[in-house]
């Protein structure tokens, strides 16, 4: 009985302190008790590969900054964190151990869509909460969606739907592709020209080329001698930023050709230098240039991430984990932590409002809905500041931009 | 008819010059690969490796110290190469006794440790890479196809560096003391050469070869931890082709199979990666010392 009154007292100590004071004393009390009054965060992703910087650290930092802001008074928040190499076992194996002896309540980020399905199916088995923003796959709010997850930043039918479609109404009509031979590139051609095609444009032709591949320019010649306007690149990583640079260095933008890049975020332009990626045209959902609200947000975090600075997947780490413990705040820590089904559907019904994506809503499929901007990247002459790289070209509302809620074929949706 | 060839030879003839400077990246460093394995016996797996260095040290030179890209073409082997010096004095060089295997398994950890040190400490995206001025203007018009000024460099400075290498062992006294020591190091020992110091020169020469590379990779491939595996697999094939260890025979076959890959990536492009790797086999079954390798 003194044991429960003075952790009581404690917590109640620790309310009124400031969130980082506060956080050393809830901590004190014992074991068990603590941990009923724990939030775990747990954010996975990839720490040392080809997603180190579209994930990766500077994702952590984001979840860090969303907890700093929104920690429940009397909560301890933990944030840790792991690297899934890309592995799907790996990233399953973790889960596991987190949930199950670790005492994690939410994974966060999760990059790389077979990795991300495969952790799916742990956080559902053992009724947590799964917050994924990193990875690109659509089959989490279609055909394995669950009520434990929510998929936050971004997927290929609204990366296809704003490239494809927009392009076509900025004027770009006319498409040949260059796609990596593998499910990921034929999937992404093919969704964009359905949209290419939907909004009265032509694919004129593609070429396929093997996976990590070094030299483009002999597809670049064959995109270049199909005339078409725009030449639609649906690979990633070092493919894409391969293929821009060699682009560039045969001069395929000059005569007045788009390069749309289907897959490509911020870090990836900052790779390339501006120089080589102006003209280049992408869909992200963040850019931390938008507006006040997300400039603020960048102002927040800058310190925390050094020179990489946040793209959609890390906003949508941020957002999401921002929104997890406001429903948290609002149900309670215990109710939040016994039942991760609960913590979604809390999530689901309140509306969502930050500072990255702005007010919006997330449907039952799991699907967060927010506006989807097409960008161009800007010429080095544009560019006044650092990491000033993009200019909208479109906007696509969120209401149109992702896959109406009918077509995923997710179970959760009651028709 | 006719017309039907003229056509194909209007689509094939731009891919034959892209292969040629993809072949020149071949020829390159299935150079280095054949010197080193060649003087040395050691298949060096660390050769991708290398190459990324190159372009690397080029890069940190650039946007750290302000050396353009013609220092860099010179001192970036050299600091690669002294690098391979201390590999070979420190490692590799315990191994000579020891079965090929040894060396394979000692380069290929190397290489993944090395990769490794630069993914933490660079990143995976890649740095930007400009060409130099001078051969970074707009593509020259061959008649048949526009081809940047860079890329006709690249071949012209590979085809240069196989030539002097090619001179170096053939011809000079230098490189004649060398292929004595690889026939017969004791018997050249005991002339009064200095046997271990000329092959971990060696070494460090074939490393400084895949530096070079590097650095002319640098301004049309990504500069990333992971560009030397990328082409690495496909150099190793290559020198099997041409024969392990013939200078000649990989200069000749780096050249030949990035024509051949250039042609493949036109008429069935899915294939690309793959054509090479049909032709070693095929190479393996009939001539197993490779085309131009002595069994």
């Known amino acids: ?415 | 008819m006719l017309e039907d060839l003229l056509f194909q030879l209007q689509i094939g003839l731009p891919q034959v010059a892209l292969g040629l400077v993809n072949g020149a990246f071949y020829a390159l460093l299935s150079l280095g690969l054949a010197v080193i394995f060649g003087m040395l016996n050691v298949i060096n797996f660390a050769h991708g490796a290398q190459f990324m260095m190159g372009a690397f040290v080029a890069w940190m030179m650039l946007s750290w110290l302000g050396i353009g890209y013609w220092p860099a073409l010179i001192l970036a082997p050299l600091i690669v190469g002294a690098f391979g010096v201390l590999l070979e004095k420190t490692m590799i060089s315990r191994l000579y006794k020891l079965d090929h295997l040894y060396g394979l398994l000692l380069t290929f950890g190397l290489a993944l440790i090395i990769e490794g040190v630069f993914r933490n400490q660079f990143g995976s995206s890649g740095m930007p890479y400009a060409p130099p001025a001078a051969l970074g203007g707009p593509p020259v018009d061959l008649g048949f196809m526009f081809m940047p000024v860079y890329r006709l460099w690249v071949v012209v400075a590979a085809l240069v560096m196989s030539l002097v290498t090619w001179l170096v062992i053939e011809k000079t006294r230098l490189g004649a003391y060398l292929r004595a020591a690889t026939e017969n190091a004791a018997l050249v020992q005991a002339f009064g050469v200095n046997v271990p110091r000329m092959i971990t020169l060696t070494y460090g020469a074939g490393v400084a070869l895949a530096a070079f590379a590097g650095v002319l990779a640098a301004p049309i491939y990504s500069v990333n931890p992971q560009m030397g595996s990328n082409l690495i697999i496909v150099v190793f094939a290559v020198v099997v082709i041409g024969g392990m260890g013939s200078i000649l025979g990989s200069v000749l076959t780096g050249f030949g199979l990035g024509l051949v890959e250039g042609l493949t990536k036109v008429f069935y492009p899915e294939a690309s990666s793959t054509v090479i790797f049909v032709i070693m086999a095929i190479v393996l079954l009939a001539r197993p010392a490779g085309l131009f390798g002595r069994a």
């Open chain 1, 1 to 415: 009985m003194t044991q429960d009154r003075r952790s009581l007292l404690k917590t109640v100590a620790a309310a009124a302190m400031t969130p980082a004071l506060g956080a050393g004393l809830s901590a004190l009390p014992g074991r068990a008790r603590a941990q009923s009054n724990t939030i775990k965060i747990g954010v996975l992703n990839d720490q040392s590969g080809v997603y180190r910087e579209t994930s990766g650290p500077t994702s952590v930092a984001c979840v860090r900054q969303a907890v700093k802001e929104m920690a429940p008074p009397g909560t301890t928040v933990e944030v840790v964190v792991a690297d899934h190499q890309n592995k799907p076992d790996v990233g399953a194996t973790i889960a596991r151990q987190w949930l199950d002896q670790d005492g994690v309540d939410v994974i966060v980020d999760v990059p790389n869509s077979s990795v991300a399905l495969a952790v799916n199916t742990v956080v559902r088995e053992k009724n947590k909460v799964y917050l994924n923003s990193g990875a690109a796959t659509t089959e989490l709010t279609g055909g394995q969606c669950t009520p434990n997850t929510i998929h936050w930043t971004y997927d290929t039918y609204m990366l296809a739907r704003s490239t494809g479609g927009a392009m076509v109404k900025a004027g770009g009509d006319s498409w040949f592709f260059i796609t990596a031979d593998y499910t990921f590139g034929h999937s992404l051609e093919r969704d964009t020209s359905n949209f290419v095609k939907q909004a009265g444009g032509k694919v004129l032709g593609s070429v396929r080329h093997p996976l990590q591949s070094t030299d483009f320019s002999s597809y670049l010649l064959q995109a270049q001698s199909s005339r078409a306007k725009v030449i639609g690149l649906a690979n990633a990583g070092t493919d894409t930023i391969n293929c821009v640079k060699q682009a560039a260095e045969f001069g395929v933008t000059r005569r007045g050709t788009k390069l749309a890049v289907l897959l490509m975020f911020i870090g990836d332009v900052h790779a390339l230098g501006l120089k080589t990626a102006q003209g280049l045209v992408c869909t992200e959902s963040f850019y931390w240039d938008l507006n006040d609200r997300t400039r603020s947000f960048l102002s927040r975090v800058k310190g925390a991430v050094g020179d990489n600075y946040p793209n959609m997947d890390h906003a949508g780490c941020y957002a999401s984990v921002l929104h997890y413990l406001k429903a948290v705040k609002d149900m309670g820590v215990g109710a939040a932590k016994a039942s991760g089904k609960d913590a979604v559907a809390r999530m689901k019904a309140m509306p969502t409002d930050d500072d990255c994506f702005g007010a919006g809503k997330i449907r039952e499929d799991g699907r967060k809905l927010c506006p989807v901007y097409l960008f161009e990247v800007k010429s080095p002459e544009e560019s006044k500041a650092p990491w000033d790289y993009y200019k909208v070209l479109q906007t696509t509302p969120a209401d149109e931009a992702f896959r109406p809620l009918g077509e995923g074929g997710c179970s959760l949706v009651r028709t």
